[in-house]
Structure formats: structure tokens, C-alpha cells
DNA sequence: CGCCTAGTTGGCAGCGACTGCCAAATATGA
DNA sequence: TCATATTTGGCAGTCGCTGCCAACTAGGCG
């Protein structure tokens, strides 16, 4: 862990960091697998670590949480949102800044069924759930100076806060919907429409 | 357990309800003190049970969770939210049952100092504030087909969830404003703010 | 008053997520 | 090939929380 064994673009150079990425992977299919296949909280990290082939030490060094076993490091999830954000152009309406990161934090999924697996799971588990909402809420707040410099006259704290919780909160409410619909139709088009429900 | 031993008014009749009344207060209160003093996450079940003078598996039975030490049973305010959107005039504005909703909220704190020290750990624990936001999801499903008959033409579920999830993303921001400004001035006016930030 | 019963309490063992520590295995570079 | 840097696994322990069972106690009855 002293430096790095990939340079960023990927080819993974030593045999560690490719066995790395191997077990990382198994890992996370393993665990994919199991929570469709019998809910997340009925599904021990005793029981990933044993179908995956380490041990429950080891699981923990690659993800930190059980969580983190869902979606990988949801970390990149912040960064991808707060990186797009600021590459909208300065004069470009907050509200449409914030609806390009919020598309672009969904087209990281590898695909719609994919998206749509994890969404479910999300939205029946209620200690998911509750995990997620909170990352969520840390992406809010790397948000808030962003956000606030685009506002006419550089908006308050509360008001950008409020702004930003809104576009999170229709994601929300699309999500939602969404899934409870099969995955039927687009999400960003649920978006709008919550968005200019709200906005009326 | 068989049969609630206090009439809805008060008056404790028996006197091991009296008692549970009094064994209870004095957890919450020594819950209270304690995370005050030292932090949620840095106070454990056990020190709160032992400085109460009760055993763990008592407290556990008078609180089902290391959440439900703050606060109560928080049920109750998803009660009082429902009630008080439907008992609004049937054609109040959406916007204006749920202000009312969150006002009624609001007033359930003994006091504003309570209120704030109560925000202000909520605020600044990541574990109960994920706590809390899954509980308020409930709650908003809860409403959903409150408010969806009190929209236009009868609003859809993703309008009626965005609607309602962003009266609480406001009312998020303005708590979240209100601790950081140490309680001064009015949430509401706060929440107003927001709202209006919002709906432009 | 004494006893029986129902409700209450406490202690113990155990589960699951998670961490620290130490020893064994393994890739790497000289 | 050997010394070194890393990685891995196992073990014990913490913390929230639950089930189970034995000890206790208030309340009602004769």
C-alpha cells in the first residue's frame, strides 16, 4: 500500500494488484448474489467471506462495511457529483447544474438492470436505507459551496442547503417510483417530473 | 402487559406503573445527560444502564433502541404529523397543510434549549442522524396518500413524494441552519426561507 | 395474614458487525 | 536464493441487541 501498483488508466502492472482485483470482484459478486438471493440482512458477512473463498479478516481489509458491499466504494458516487457539477458552465442555472450531476451520478451503473437490482434492494432494506440517506447527506454538504456560488448574489446557507436537498429529494421520489414501476420508463424523466411538481 | 394500567389522561393508578414511569424518566434522563457529556457513539448501553441503576436487559426492554433513548418514542411524531395534515380544511394548499405539519412537529419539544441540544446531536452524530432520516421515510410514506388527494386532479406518487420530500428537505436545512447559528431567531422563519428558495 | 399467580427484573449465553494484534504465508527485488 | 515488504488468516474482544430461564414482587383471593 506504499504506492499505488496501477497507473490510473488501468492495466494492472504487479500480481498482487491483479489478484487484488480479483478477489475484490469475487467478492463483490458473491455478495451481490446473496443479498438478491436472501435479503441483505439475512445474509452474515460470515457467509460472503466463506462462498467467496477468504476470510471474514480479509473482506472487512477490502470493504470497510457490509454496506461498501453494495455499489463499491459509493464514495466515487460523491465525487463523480460534486467533479460534474463544477464542470457545468458558471452561468448555467443551478437547478440545471444540479440535474447533470444528478444524471451522471445514475449513468454510473453498469446497466439498467443493474441500477435497477441495487435500487430495490435500497429501498426495501431499511438499514440500507438509513446508510445511504446519510452518505447522501455528506455529498449534500460538499455541495453546499458549489451550489452557493451559483445562486443570484451567492445564495444563503439555507437556501442553497434547501436547494441542493431538493434535487436529492426528487431523485428520491424518481427512484422510487421507478422501481416500484419494474424499472419501467426513465428515471430523469420521473425527475422532471417531481422537480416541476415541486416547482410548480 | 396484558392491559394498559393508566387511563389515557394520566393519573398512574397501579403502583408498578408508577414505578416503570419513574425508572423510565430516569434512563432517559441519564441517556440525555450522558450523550450530552461525552457523544452518542462514545456512550455504551452499558454505562447508561449501570449509572441509571437497572440491569441492560431492563433497559432494553423500557427502549427497544439505543436511538429510542433520545427523544422518546418518536413515533409520536409521526402521529402528530398526520393528524394535524388531515385535520387541515380540505382545501388548503398542500404547501400550507404541510407547514402546519412540521409547526406541529416542531411544538412537541419541552423546550427550544431541548430542542436544541437535540438537534444539535442529532446533527452532529452520523449514526442518529441516519436513524432519524429512515424513520421520517416512514413517515413520508405515511403521508403520501394524504397528500396525493390534496393535489390538483389528484397528484401522482412521485409528484406527492417529491412534494412531501422536500417540506423535510427544507425542514432539514432550516434545523441544520438553526444549530449552527446556536437557536437564534425562528426555525420556521427558517423553513419559510427555504421553502421559497425552492419554489422560486 | 399467607399464598398463588401474573407481571417484572436480572443474568447469562449467543449472534452479527467490526477492530486490533500477532503469526504464517507470499510476492518482490537484489 | 535470500531478505524484505505485504498480505492474509485467526483469535480475542467490543458493542448493540435478543432469547431464555430463574429470582423476585405487587396484587388479588381465601
Redesign the pocket.
Known sequence: ??QEAETAAGAPT???AR??QL?SQEILETALRLFTEQGYDQ????QIAREAG?????L??YF????DLLGGNQDRFGQVLTDTISEQPAEADVWVALRAGVAAVLALHDSREQALERFRLLHSTASLRAGWLEKRLRFQEDLLPLIKARMDGGGTDPKARAVIATAFACLDAASMTWVENDGKGDIMDLYDECLAAVRG
Chains 1, 2 share one sequence.
Do not use: C, D, H, P
Request: aromatic fraction near 8%; charge should be positive; glycine fraction near 4%.
Open positions: 500500500m506504499k504487479t500480481l498482487w489478484t487484488r478477489a445474509t452474515s458477512i460470515a477468504v476470510s471474514q479478516r480479509t472487512f481489509r470497510g462495511t457490509k454496506e
